[in-house]
């Protein structure tokens, strides 16, 4: 997978708030800046930064095949249109599909071992967010991991900052990702922006 030893890492996660903030300065001078799904950063650069240089994918955005019917703004090219950022996806996908959905960059699998680690953490009640996996993959290997943009709660009002999503379900249970980042918190294994 990936090894993030003697780096800083900003976990951008993708919540509206940002708009409201502007740590573009402050994530850009990480050296991994580690993104999730289809998190635009065109037209945002004020407020997110403009550095991307590793994206967590669910396997149905890295394949094309997330609905607009909850992403009104998915983009089925999204991933085969990004230019130099280290994609990791959140599951196996076929072989075949990896050189064609990303032709220009290198592409990881999150692995089983490390799936069932996060998935168990979260009393294997529900699937990881690639949020989660993010994060807890940032504290195994990282000197500095800072989060920004997280609203880890479960609500049926949720906003990206570039588009207004449309609830379906509860797919992840965001409250003990909640719960278990204030506790990376407290143990001072990461920083969370606010």
Do not use: C
Request: charged share 25%.
């Amino acid at each position: 997978m990936v090894d993030f030893k003697d780096k800083t890492v900003a976990v951008v996660g993708s919540s509206g708030h940002l708009l409201e903030r502007n740590y573009s300065q402050l994530i850009d001078s990480h050296d991994v800046v580690l993104r999730f799904n289809q998190a635009r950063v065109e037209g945002f650069e004020d407020y997110v930064g403009s550095k991307t240089t590793h994206r967590i994918v669910n396997t149905h955005t890295f394949l094309g095949v997330t609905g607009n019917d909850r992403f009104p703004k998915n983009d089925s090219m999204f991933i085969p249109k990004l230019q130099n950022q280290f994609i990791i996806i959140n599951r196996p996908v076929p072989s075949t599909q990896i050189k064609l959905r990303s032709p220009n960059n290198p592409v990881s699998i999150i692995s089983d071992e490390f799936w069932k680690f996060s998935r168990e953490a979260l009393n294997n009640i529900k699937d990881p967010s690639v949020g989660f996996l993010g994060v807890m993959l940032a504290v195994q290997t990282a000197n500095k991991v800072n989060v920004f943009g997280f609203d880890q709660e479960n609500t049926t009002e949720k906003k990206h900052y570039w588009e207004e999503v449309r609830a379906l379900g509860s797919f992840h249970n965001f409250n003990i990702e909640k719960t278990i980042f204030s506790k990376l918190e407290n143990d001072k294994l990461i920083t969370i922006f606010k």
